[in-house]
């Protein structure tokens, strides 16, 4: 009976991070163009499509799509997203206009024309790998006329997602863990989707190199320091690749040791010294801590919670619209883990 009251208490804090999650939906849908007459339709930088502030759009911003996915295919009562045509319909334009806005070199940009960004490449192309992905997964039991992933769509977005993993390849930003971490599972779902053992072998390069540079305290380096928010979202990365790939002792190595840093800097409150840190960041990612559950993530993950209820803990609705999307998808998939360990 003991063990039965805690769940039932732990999911009441946990379903907090679905609430969230799905509240973050509307405003998301505000920063879309969901005209799909229009010739920006899915461009989620609202200062280019607009406001016209800009005159090309950062591709780091759709990340929306994955977002509109995940509540489109999470049937929860209070999920008003779920299963409505019109989400996927947006979720789609929005992978169509971020393979319509790739350079012919498979890179993208962020904060200039031209730019060829390392973090908006490798961030983009995992978000519309997973995307597709999981649109393919929804549509494996039905007719091909209901099939959301069709022949035209698939060609026009695995091109766009082998071109990405082409240079990603060739390229790295061994200073800032997150950026690498994101690139080696952006590759992991490419090679998922084409079956292409180039794009898996470039994956688990990035992840050797990745693992040879995290520091003995535990810490994924930026900028030679650590840094507590870019650290959890390193974790959570890295913990889907796990979840895509076959046992890997030294990921999994790697990922204890990352908890256990943690472990050791977040408070009672799910807070820390955010001015001691290589980045000054203040927020934290969940998921990670979700994924490694047996690695110590439980322990820190309670804290997190605590600190959420009582309004102490960075969350997605008080982030700004560029970083907002991203910790919803992440609270998100912490609760989705969170459903799946303790629904009753």
């Known amino acids: 009976m003991i063990e039965l009251a805690f769940e039932i208490s732990y999911m009441e804090k946990a379903n907090f991070f679905g609430k969230e999650s799905i509240s973050i939906v509307p405003r998301v ?168 053992k180039n794009f898996e072998e470039g994956a688990k390069i990035k992840i050797n190199q990745i693992i040879s540079k995290q520091h003995p305290e535990g810490y994924y380096p930026e900028y030679d320091g650590p840094d507590i928010g870019y650290h959890s979202l390193s974790l959570s990365c890295l913990a889907t690749y796990r979840k895509h790939s076959e046992t890997l002792p030294e990921l999994n190595s790697s990922l204890y040791r990352a908890v256990q840093f943690l472990e050791t800097k977040i408070d009672e409150n799910g807070l820390y010294e955010w001015w001691r840190t290589s980045r000054r960041t203040q927020y934290l990612y969940p998921y990670g801590l979700a994924a490694c559950w047996d690695e110590g993530g439980k322990q820190i993950l309670e804290r997190y919670m605590l600190g959420l209820s009582k309004d102490y803990v960075i969350r997605p609705s008080w982030m700004d619209d560029r970083y907002c999307t991203y910790m919803a998808i992440d609270y998100l998939r912490t609760y989705k883990i969170l459903l799946e360990k303790f629904k009753l």
């Open 29 to 196: 849908l505000g920063l879309i163009d969901r005209n799909s007459k229009s010739h920006t339709f899915g461009c989620s930088d609202r200062n280019y499509w607009h406001y016209l502030l800009h005159d090309f759009p950062n591709a780091r911003l759709h990340d929306t799509m994955w977002l509109l996915t995940l509540v489109y295919n999470l049937e929860e009562p209070n999920n008003r997203f779920s299963n409505n045509s019109k989400i996927a319909e947006w979720a789609l334009g929005i992978v169509k206009f971020w393979a319509k806005i790739q350079h012919e070199n498979g890179a993208f940009d962020e904060v200039y024309p031209y730019e060829y960004s390392y973090c908006a490449t490798a961030f983009s192309t995992w978000w519309a790998g997973e995307t597709y992905l999981e649109l393919q997964e929804i549509g494996r039991d039905l007719n091909e006329s209901e099939k959301l992933i069709t022949p035209t769509i698939s060609r026009l977005v695995t091109s766009a997602l082998k071109k990405a993993g082409k240079w990603l390849i060739k390229h790295n930003n061994l200073q800032v863990a997150n950026q690498e971490a994101a690139a080696a599972v952006a590759l992991k779902a490419i090679a998922l989707i084409t079956n292409n």
